[in-house]
């Protein structure tokens, strides 16, 4: 059963794909009637394949898509969806993250890669999996939209960084590391060696990452931030590479002749 759910998780992801670049819309009975099933006997069966979706998206660490592009016959989102098991007040975050977040060809594909790592796992046992090897998962699928003013950008330094509180904590950077680290960079993304994007004043426009993330206990220091274009960053962060990422761009700061 499980290796059907995938096969039939594979179409459904092609077609959500296909009706986001149209801009149409989908519920659990038009879905069904493009995999050929009938859609008063299967829409419960297409839910399941949308939740097995759902669980490679939070595993990618991208907002759950199939949520909130395939609703029910009433065209709203599943309202049974998110109901049990679930921290109180977690569910309006979750929904509220994805209805607001754009989905890119890269979040198609992260998903779809995380999809075949979950390979041969039903609905259930994939977000089983998930919720083992993603501790912060709550945390993650009910984060406010993510904000490139307020990333990792403004990152001399501090093995303990001061917090501020908003809704949550919100670590302090001491901004001497982010412009020693720019300024060393000189434009060109330490991992890809490409050249930022020009700003309006003629310089090169690139981001600082903190490779371990200073929640996970990461330090303010240039030893742990590297400057990368905007595409790298964002896989570091919501790629389906990105622990491979980090094991690549640890090894980079560590050839630095400077640090």
């Not at 519920?27 to 394949?49: C, E, F, H, I, W």
Request: aromatic share 6%.
């Amino acid at each position: 059963m499980s290796l059907v759910q995938h096969k039939e998780a594979q179409r459904v992801l092609q077609i959500i794909r296909d009706a986001h670049k149209e801009h149409g819309n989908l519920n659990y009975g038009s879905v069904a009637r493009k995999l050929g099933r009938d859609p008063k006997t299967n829409s419960r069966t297409v839910a399941q394949v949308c939740d097995l979706l759902d669980a490679a998206a939070a595993y990618a660490g991208v907002p759950l898509l199939a949520l909130v592009k395939v609703k029910n016959a009433s065209d709203i989102i599943n309202p049974m969806a998110w109901k049990k098991n679930v921290p109180a007040g977690i569910r309006n975050k979750i929904i509220e993250r994805s209805v607001n977040h754009s989905f890119t060809e890269s979040d198609f594909d992260a998903i779809e890669n995380s999809l075949v790592s979950l390979e041969g796992l039903g609905n259930r046992r994939a977000w089983e999996r998930v919720k083992k090897l993603r501790p912060d998962l709550w945390e993650q699928l009910s984060a406010p939209p993510f904000n490139p003013r307020q990333d990792a950008i403004d990152d001399f330094g501090s093995d303990e960084p001061d917090q501020h509180e908003y809704s949550g904590a919100k670590y302090a950077r001491d901004p001497k590391v982010r412009d020693e680290v720019l300024a060393d960079a000189n434009g060109r993304c330490e991992y890809c060696k490409e050249i930022g994007f020009l700003r309006p004043n003629g310089t090169a426009y690139l981001e600082t990452h903190h490779i371990i993330a200073l929640a996970s206990d990461g330090v303010d220091r240039v030893s742990n931030v590297i400057a990368v274009c905007p595409s790298h960053h964002r896989e570091a962060h919501f790629g389906a590479r990105r622990t491979q990422l980090e094991r690549e761009l640890i090894l980079l700061v560590k050839e630095r002749d400077w640090v």
